[in-house]
Structures are given as structure tokens and as C-alpha cells.
């Protein structure tokens, strides 16, 4: 085990992590994925003492998962860390495997989201094994998290499969120390017009499929504005619609008659995928009844389900644990906070394991200069390692 202080090994483990390039094959063709990341955390977690084991996905073997697994030598719960593997593209960025830091910032790609997250819960898993915890200590590092979550579904069989049951999960997403209490879900829903093509010069002969695209913008617009109205979630405030594809016209003089359209709708707990479908179908029924020869069809591509944190049982007391480390040396307590993104949480609660997510953050998400602030990074693994001590000794002390 490293002589560093867990902060300082943390920040050193992330600058290794971010100079390998684990950019998603499935957003980026050709990008090497998670392989070599996946072999340099298992062979660094099988050398502290675990159990470790690479998890393709059954849809593309190419993508590889890590689960460390270590029994401690006295009986207790099992807490989970996870994180994601993968990162997003790097057009625009200069030197993006290329660590550096200034102003008390750790730039590259994936030094938010979340290779420093990993960093943390690696260190702080081979530091409980050096402690000699109690009850079991589980890393899982998941593939394709910035896609379809093939990664995180693999594991989770893997998991089940093995018969290891979870009391908690810790999820390092970059959320500035704070606790993530809830997340939006999303559908994404394609909406196919078909007109009547006409020359534009007659357009009484047509039926404009681009007009009809206007109307059901209106129609989108105006469910969105509802939405919006009816009363706000505590930390997610309000649903949403959103237009974010549209393909429509072939040519200078011709009535289109086709055109496509693709809605997104923002879900908050309690709804369902199936009733966002409802929602535009019931916008496509208005349009269709003022454009007489108009066809329509909307099918759903794409659901992932809203999340909200178990407020009472291990999930709430890991987080109060948590927040009681964070704030020993005179931080502000984390705050509940919600995100208005997804986030694999929903998978893992959904899979029956009480879920918490909180880790180091920074700025330059998903664009041309990533970075994570390192103070953030170096109180990381020490309050984990607090926590997971306080979660899998039963102590109730918060």
C-alpha cells in the first residue's frame, strides 16, 4: 500500500487513470473503450488482496467491466463503490491524456466524470483492507456508462449470479461533495409525419408534412409550459418536453412529404416512459385533426426511469455517515441535492441495493477542458473510508 495519505494516493491514482484513454467505442467509432483501464484497476485491486474478476458485456465483449470483491475477516453488511469507466469524445481538446494541474485544478478528460470518483473508491477500498474491516467491501468499475449501460446490466447479472448481496452502494459521480437525492428519468420518443408531396408552386394538392412539423412544435411547446405548471418536486422541480432532432424536405420547389421529429421528455419520479408515449400521441390526435390526409406514428427508442434516494434505511445512513466525515474538518454539511440528468443509480436501486451518490466535482463536463477541483479529490477517500468503517461496524453514531 502506498505511503501517501489517501488524498494524496487519490490524486495520484486519477492523473494514472485520466492519462488512459477509455473514450466509448459507442460514441466515438473506433475509440478503444474501457479494456486497458479495466486491467490496470484489476491488477492494482488484486494486488491489495481482492478477489477480482473482468466482466464483458454479453452485447459487446469488447466492453469490460471490474468487480473486486473482499471479505473482511469478521461478519458485517456489504457496501458497494462504483463508478464508470468510460468517458466521453475529445473533439477540441488539447492534450486530453495529459494530466496537469494549475490553480488547484486536475484537468484532462474524464478528471470529473469520473475518473477522480474512481480514484477516491479505489483508495479507499485498499485502504479497508489494510484496516481489516468488517463484512465485505465490492469495486465495481462499469463500461458504457455514457451510452446504453450495457456495463452496469452485466454487472449487476454478474453480481446476482454469484449470489452477492448488497446493503448499500456509493456511487462517485461528480456532485461537489454534496448528495445527489433524486434524478430525472427520460424518454425519447420519434415522431414520423407522412404528407402528400406537391409541387410548391400548388400547395392545396399537398399535405405539408413540414407545416404539420411546425403544429406539433406548438403542441410540444405548449405541454412543456404545462408541465411546468403542476406543482414542483422538492429537488427536481418540474418535468420537461423538448424537440432535439428534426429531418423534414428534399428539395428547393417540393411540399415535403415526410418529416421526423424526435421528442424528449423528462421524467420525475412516479412517471413512466409509457405515459410520455400518451402525452405525444395525444399532441399527434390534435395536429392530425386539423390536417385532413395527415398520418402519424410516435414509438418509443430510448426510457431510463427517475430515481429518488431511500431517505430511511442503509442508503440515508451511509449518506449521514458520510456527511458526518465530510464535515469533521469545518466544511459545510453536504446539502440533498437533485440532478437533472440520469444517472445509473436508478439501475442499481432497481436492482434491490439502497443507493447513494456523492463524489469530487469540477467543471468542463462533456466539453474542451475537463477539469476537478483537487482539494475536492483529497478529502474524498478519507471520508469514505470513515464512513464505509462506521457502515460496516453498525455503528449508529452520525
Known amino acids: ?44 485491486l488484486e494486488g491489495a ?45 488539447v492534450d486530453p491524456f495529459d494530466p496537469r494541474i494549475a490553480d488547484g485544478k486536475l484537468f484532462g478528460r474524464g478528471a470529473s466524470d469520473m475518473k477522480s470518483g474512481l480514484a477516491g473508491l479505489i483508495v479507499a477500498a485498499e485502504r479497508l483492507v489494510a484496516a481489516d474491516h468488517p463484512g465485505t467491501v465490492v469495486f465495481t468499475g462499469v463500461a458504457d456508462e455514457e451510452d446504453a449501460s450495457v456495463g452496469a446490466a452485466a454487472v449487476l447479472r454478474h453480481l446476482a449470479d454469484r449470489g452477492v448481496t448488497a446493503d448499500v452502494c456509493l456511487i462517485a459521480e461528480p456532485t461537489w461533495l454534496d448528495r445527489v437525492s433524486a ?3 427520460y ?21 405539408d408534412a413540414i407545416r404539420a412539423l411546425g403544429h406539433v412544435l406548438q403542441e410540444v411547446e405548449r405541454a412543456d409550459e404545462e408541465l411546468r405548471q403542476r406543482p414542483a418536486h422538492p429537488l427536481l422541480e418540474s418535468g420537461s418536453f423538448t424537440a432535439t432532432v428534426v429531418r423534414a424536405g428534399t428539395a428547393p420547389f417540393t411540399i415535403a412529404a415526410d418529416a421526423t421529429l424526435v421528442i424528449e421528455r423528462r421524467t420525475l419520479p412516479g412517471e413512466r416512459a409509457e405515459d410520455a408515449l400518451v402525452e405525444v400521441r395525444t399532441m399527434l390526435g390534435a395536429v392530425a385533426a386539423r390536417t385532413p390526409g395527415l398520418r402519424t406514428d410516435a414509438r418509443l427508442t430510448h426510457q431510463r426511469e427517475a430515481w429518488e434516494a431511500d431517505e430511511q434505511g442503509p442508503a440515508a445512513r451511509f449518506a449521514e455517515f458520510l456527511a458526518a466525515a465530510l464535515t469533521r474538518d469545518g466544511e459545510t454539511v453536504p446539502a440533498a441535492i437533485g440532478a437533472p440528468y440520469w444517472m445509473e443509480s436508478a439501475l442499481w436501486q432497481a436492482a434491490g441495493i439502497p443507493t447513494v451518490v456523492c463524489g469530487p466535482a469540477g467543471g468542463g463536463l462533456h466539453a474542451a477542458e475537463e477539469w476537478v477541483d483537487v482539494e475536492q479529490l483529497r478529502r474524498f477517500p478519507g471520508a469514505v473510508i470513515a464512513a464505509t468503517i462506521d457502515a460496516l461496524s453498525g455503528s449508529s453514531e452520525t
Open 1 to 44: 500500500m502506498s505511503d501517501l495519505s489517501p488524498g494524496d494516493d487519490a490524486l495520484e491514482l486519477a492523473r494514472l487513470l485520466i492519462s488512459i484513454d477509455s473514450v466509448s467505442p459507442s460514441l466515438v467509432p473506433g475509440a478503444p473503450g474501457e479494456g486497458r483501464i479495466a486491467t490496470v484497476i484489476a491488477e492494482r
Open 187 to 207: 424518454a425519447v420518443v420519434e415522431v414520423t409525419l407522412q404528407g402528400v408531396a406537391g409541387h410548391s408552386s400548388q400547395p392545396a394538392l399537398s399535405v
Open 183 to 185: 434524478h430525472r428519468g
Open 49 to 93: 488482496g481482492f478477489l477480482v474478476e473482468l466482466v464483458p458485456a454479453p452485447e459487446d465483449p469488447q466492453r469490460v467491466s471490474v468487480v473486486a470483491v473482499h471479505a473482511g475477516s469478521r461478519p458485517g453488511p456489504t457496501v458497494v463503490f462504483n463508478g464508470h469507466l468510460d468517458t466521453v469524445g475529445v473533439e477540441g481538446m
